[in-house]
């Protein structure tokens, strides 16, 4: 593990141990609402046996007061989002899948590893790594959307690769989880395979995130 990686990890933990209470992730942010969805680049997790069986061995032993357990059809890894559905338009949706596409061609597939546990006020993921690799494909996406768009959405800083299993729902108080966590943390990692970046329409209904695959951009074989 890198040192950037290791010294974040420990920092987060560290935080959490002094956090009284979690945060609801599902308050609605700024121009989220039932009826509307966004486009967002993800890594989604299909077939990856390994990391599913991690997950739910994990989550039998975080189905604790406050927590909303993610399905294993809704693990994924936020890459960089396009802008609401009903904002941008299938013209330049087009144009800049083409554009992934082609600069995703060239790139290898990401051989990652998730675990162990890293926990914050509004959910439980799993760390990431390397981190190199998945910042390595986020600026090949974001180089193809400036291709298309004068300028990108969202800032390139302050990415940090995470894949959560579980949610905050409610101002629930740590400790118990935290105490849960404790042992949970040397689990070991499991070990995933990423061969395509996928274009969504992201909806946050029902304190869970649904999507519709729209496309996606295939790594190199």
């Given at each position: ?9 420990h ?14 992730h ?32 994990l ?41 992934t ?21 509004e959910?439980i ?16 996406i ?9 300028a ?70």
């Amino acid at each position: 593990m890198s040192s950037r990686e290791l010294a974040n990890l420990h920092q987060r933990w560290t935080d959490y141990q002094d956090l009284p209470q979690l945060t609801n992730h599902w308050y609605w942010r700024p121009g989220w609402r039932a009826d509307r969805q966004f486009y967002t680049w993800h890594l989604t997790f299909e077939h990856q046996l390994e990391l599913h069986r991690l997950v739910a061995d994990l989550q039998s032993q975080l189905a604790l007061p406050g927590l909303d357990l993610v399905p294993l059809d809704g693990l994924h890894l936020t890459m960089q989002g396009l802008g609401f559905t009903d904002e941008v338009t299938d013209s330049d949706v087009e144009a800049i899948v083409a554009e992934t596409r082609r600069r995703c061609a060239g790139l290898p597939p990401l051989e990652l590893s998730l675990g162990p546990v890293d926990p914050d006020a509004e959910g439980i993921g799993l760390l990431v790594r390397p981190w190199d690799r998945v910042e390595h494909l986020r600026a090949t996406i974001r180089d193809a959307i400036s291709a298309v768009w004068p300028a990108v959405p969202e800032a390139a800083e302050g990415f940090r690769p995470h894949v959560t299993v579980a949610y905050s729902g409610s101002q629930a108080p740590t400790e118990p989880i935290c105490a849960r966590l404790t042992t949970l943390r040397h689990r070991s990692p499991a070990r995933v395979t990423i061969r395509q970046a996928t274009l969504i329409a992201l909806r946050r209904e029902h304190r869970a995130y649904e999507w519709t695959t729209m496309a996606v951009a295939p790594l190199a074989r």
